[in-house]
């Protein structure tokens, strides 16, 4: 195969969305409404733990550095779901294909070592609470929270870099409702005994994640229980509650997604299983952490009221 045929694909194509006019504007107007309720949530608690002095420290903090990722996060993929709901080109760039999953993944790789993060401030501030203020300073929640996000950048560039070498000769055709590694992949002219490769590191470095954050809270789980007080083990689990349950739904999803080792599924799990991934998840976060605390509920009620009292200076 000479060399024009083998860089010949020079974008792609989703061929799982439905022709325009046929039922797109159905899935057009719902995926819109959750697409902004993630941008103006995410976006109201990120503003509610910086306006809020009682809210300045390591664990509203990681909050809100989560909350943050999460509008990058759903951007990298929405935006161009709802572009091909709506238009006849369904159609992506080879670069900005390479684009999407690189920001994707990275974005996706910072907020689990966020979450991971999280665990382990809990852990301290729950089994070592005496020396929780020496340990976790704001100085240090600023450079784990940095770090995140240098080394979730930096983890997906090898692989990006790698995957832009590839010749791609055809078909073209993404069977997938984004860019992601497998079903790209399955596009080179080439080898793809790699992509079990691949399926392997990302395993480690998902259960990484997951056992750590696991032990971290079955600890604090085990903790709370010795508390000789109920007002204070209720306390204690609802101010917990609402991180375990984000872990539930954030490693849940990556597990479904990312954890199968090629094995082949139907077309449309595949799809409910993105769509839960890259859309869904996202949607629970702000409603989790707004309902779940008290102190969060506060300050975004200050954020709301402060929006109103604007908009009716501003009409005047």
Known sequence: MDLENQTGVTEFYFSDFPPFGNGSLLLFTPLLFIYAFIIVGNFTIFSAVRLDARLHNPMYNLISAFSFLEVWYTTATIPKMLSNLISEKKTISFIGCLLQMYFFHSLGVTEALVLTVMAIDRYIAICNPLRYAIIMTPRLCVQLSTGSCIFGFLMLLPEIVWISTLPFCGPNQIHQLFCDFEPVLRLACTDTSMI??????????????????????????????????GASRQKAFSTCAAHITIFLLFFGSVALMYLRFSVTSPPLLDKAIALMFAVLAPLFNPIIYSLRNKDMKDAIRKVLCFRSMFNVSGSQ
């Open 196 to 229: 079990l490769v691949e399926d392997v590191i990302h395993a480690i470095s998902i259960l990484t994640s997951v056992t750590v954050i696991s032990l971290s809270y079955l600890r604090i789980i085990t903790v709370i229980l010795r508390f000789p007080s």
